[in-house]
């Protein structure tokens, strides 16, 4: 009975327990819910157990079981790449480490069986390999767990396919080297501290590279970041210096027509000395479109934040975009100006892109901001948008590039770095963009959802 329990657990403590953190790291990438997917992996193992518990009570020779554990380990890796719905570089560069996790403690066991007499092993074949592999599981859960959850996880979230495409391959050549050993139930290779060192630094080599190469994902990524400031820095500088020459250019014009309004009344006053009625009907009309444009666009009292939203308001106008919006003076902006303009520059550059891709009227474009208590700010962004759009992980797929936009990533990592969120849907022919800043929540999203065609200003 022993024996038998033994063997029914064997192949159990060789994929499951491994694998389970690996869908719950992509928990929100599964085609299935997280439940199901278990519940499948459980049943697989299930299959795994018997079939190698028929094998062995009917006395299968030594290289049938290692084939038929290939076998399955094959049959683990098609499920979990059935199963998550993610690209092929992460899968796979997820799927090496976790495998080159698992490598490492079938040695440390092998190596734990090794120090028994031959007479013990004999009798009891997997009592101690097995308890030698839970207690190495045990031991490295914590710094494996951490790994996955603070490095692997924000990994993840970037989106460069270069990249990716170098560094799967880092575990795979670990986890190759791990082949040579792992699921061979001769011992004797095992014996040496020298095979043990070599496990150690096959696993503490992936893992640091791995580390090295999120890091430069994480460079990778703030360098864009980087660019598309300076993108959006420079833009609100020209903005800004456009905005200078147009109200320079009105005071001009102002001082011109307050010095000539004395002789404009002269020659009004004759018009109606000579009770000339027409004369002075047609000179007013005249007179009228003589005097400057008032129209000065102010939409409120941040001169970063108005440079931006006039520049695409302008380049709205010119696509014969209908353009509203409301911004409430907001003087204590609880972020950088740098940050404003990669924001709300993104933002309204995205919404002004899809009215463009549209045909017909009706095209449309409507901006607010709005401060909710005294440190949230709301920023809602809707446009017209009848083409389907496609989102990943809650993001808009991007038109130009494989996975989420650049822009529409650096929102969200903007909103995230200030307690904040950004939500994008699509209903109803409209897309909409919601940011909230510092303590904003999904609940607000509701309520504030509603209040972007509200007291809408035309410009």
Same mark, same amino acid.
């Given at each position: 009975?022993?024996?038998?329990?033994?063997?029914?657990?064997?192949?159990?403590?060789?994929?499951?327990?491994?694998?389970?953190?690996?869908?719950?790291?992509?928990?929100?990438?599964?085609?299935?819910?997280?439940?199901?997917?278990?519940?499948?992996?459980?049943?697989?193992?299930?299959?795994?157990?018997?079939?190698?518990?028929?094998?062995?009570?009917?006395?299968?020779?030594?290289?049938?079981?290692?084939?038929?554990?290939?076998?399955?380990?094959?049959?683990?890796?098609?499920?979990?790449?059935?199963?998550?719905?993610?690209?092929?570089?992460?899968?796979?560069?997820?799927?090496?480490?976790?495998?080159?996790?698992?490598?490492?403690?079938?040695?440390?066991?092998?190596?734990?069986?090794?120090?028994?007499?031959?007479?013990?092993?004999?009798?009891?074949?997997?009592?101690?390999?097995?308890?030698?592999?839970?207690?190495? &599981?045990?031991?490295?859960?914590?710094?494996?767990?951490?790994?996955?959850?603070?490095? +692997? *996880?924000? !990994? @993840? %979230?970037?989106? /460069?396919?270069?990249?990716?495409?170098?560094?799967?391959?880092?575990?795979?050549?670990?986890?190759?080297?791990?082949?040579?050993?792992?699921?061979?139930?001769?011992?004797?290779?095992?014996?040496?501290?020298?095979?043990?060192?070599?496990?150690?630094?096959?696993?503490?080599?992936?893992?640091?590279?791995? &580390?090295?190469?999120?890091?430069?994902?994480?460079?990778?990524?703030?360098?864009?970041? +980087? *660019?598309? !400031? @300076? %993108?959006?820095? /420079?833009?609100?500088?020209?903005?800004?210096?456009?905005?200078?020459?147009?109200?320079?250019?009105?005071?001009?014009?102002?001082?011109?027509?307050?010095?000539?309004?004395?002789?404009?009344?002269?020659?009004?006053?004759?018009?109606?000395?000579?009770?000339?009625?027409?004369?002075?009907?047609?000179?007013?009309?005249?007179?009228?479109?003589?005097?400057?444009?008032?129209?000065?666009?102010?939409?409120?009292?941040?001169?970063?934040?108005?440079?931006?939203?006039?520049?695409?308001?302008?380049?709205?106008?010119?696509?014969?975009?209908?353009?509203?919006?409301?911004?409430?003076?907001?003087?204590?902006?609880?972020?950088?100006?740098?940050?404003?303009?990669?924001?709300?520059?993104?933002?309204?550059?995205?919404?002004?892109?899809?009215?463009?891709?549209?045909?017909?009227?009706?095209?449309?474009?409507?901006?607010?901001?709005?401060?909710?208590?005294?440190?949230?700010?709301?920023?809602?962004?809707?446009?017209?948008?009848?083409?389907?759009?496609?989102?990943?992980?809650?993001?808009?797929?991007?038109?130009?590039?494989?996975?989420?936009?650049?822009?529409?990533?650096?929102?969200?990592?903007?909103?995230?770095?200030?307690?904040?969120?950004?939500?994008?849907?699509?209903?109803?022919?409209?897309?909409?963009?919601?940011?909230?800043?510092q303590d904003g929540t999904a609940d607000m999203a509701a309520e504030g959802r509603g209040l972007a065609g509200k007291e809408e200003v035309f410009v």
């Amino acid at each position: 009975m022993n024996a038998a329990i033994m063997v029914l657990v064997f192949p159990v403590l060789d994929f499951m327990p491994y694998e389970i953190p690996m869908y719950w790291l992509f928990r929100h990438r599964l085609r299935l819910p997280f439940r199901c997917a278990l519940m499948l992996l459980t049943a697989v193992t299930a299959l795994n157990s018997a079939v190698f518990c028929w094998l062995h009570f009917r006395g299968a020779v030594l290289a049938g079981l290692m084939l038929m554990r290939y076998g399955f380990m094959a049959i683990h890796m098609l499920l979990a790449f059935l199963l998550i719905k993610e690209n092929f570089q992460k899968l796979m560069f997820t799927y090496m480490l976790t495998t080159a996790w698992t490598f490492f403690v079938f040695g440390n066991a092998n190596f734990i069986v090794s120090c028994y007499q031959a007479a013990f092993r004999c009798q009891y074949p997997y009592l101690v390999y097995d308890v030698g592999r839970i207690l190495v &599981y045990l031991i490295t859960c914590p710094f494996m767990y951490g790994f996955y959850y603070r490095t +692997l *996880e924000q !990994a @993840l %979230k970037i989106d /460069d396919v270069k990249l990716w495409s170098y560094f799967w391959k880092i575990p795979m050549f670990f986890t190759l080297f791990g082949l040579l050993y792992p699921t061979t139930m001769d011992v004797d290779p095992y014996v040496t501290w020298k095979f043990m060192f070599s496990r150690y630094f096959m696993m503490f080599g992936a893992c640091n590279v791995s &580390y090295v190469a999120m890091k430069v994902l994480e460079i990778s990524r703030h360098q864009v970041q +980087l *660019e598309e !400031a @300076l %993108k959006y820095t /420079d833009l609100n500088l020209k903005t800004q210096k456009k905005q200078y020459d147009s109200l320079a250019a009105y005071m001009d014009e102002a001082r011109r027509a307050r010095h000539d309004l004395r002789h404009h009344l002269m020659v009004m006053q004759s018009y109606i000395e000579k009770d000339d009625k027409d004369g002075l009907r047609k000179y007013i009309d005249v007179y009228k479109n003589s005097l400057p444009s008032d129209h000065l666009e102010l939409y409120c009292r941040n001169e970063v934040m108005n440079a931006v939203i006039g520049y695409y308001a302008a380049l709205a106008r010119e696509r014969k975009i209908r353009f509203t919006a409301k911004v409430d003076n907001i003087d204590d902006f609880p972020i950088s100006d740098t940050e404003i303009t990669v924001l709300l520059g993104n933002l309204l550059e995205n919404a002004v892109e899809a009215c463009q891709r549209e045909s017909g009227d009706g095209r449309f474009i409507r901006f607010q901001v709005s401060r909710r208590g005294k440190r949230e700010i709301l920023i809602l962004v809707d446009n017209s948008c009848r083409l389907p759009v496609v989102f990943e992980q809650g993001m808009p797929r991007s038109s130009k590039r494989a996975g989420p936009g650049i822009g529409t990533v650096s929102v969200r990592d903007i909103a995230s770095r200030h307690q904040g969120e950004a939500h994008f849907e699509q209903t109803d022919g409209v897309f909409c963009a919601s940011v909230y800043l510092q303590d904003g929540t999904a609940d607000m999203a509701a309520e504030g959802r509603g209040l972007a065609g509200k007291e809408e200003v035309f410009v």
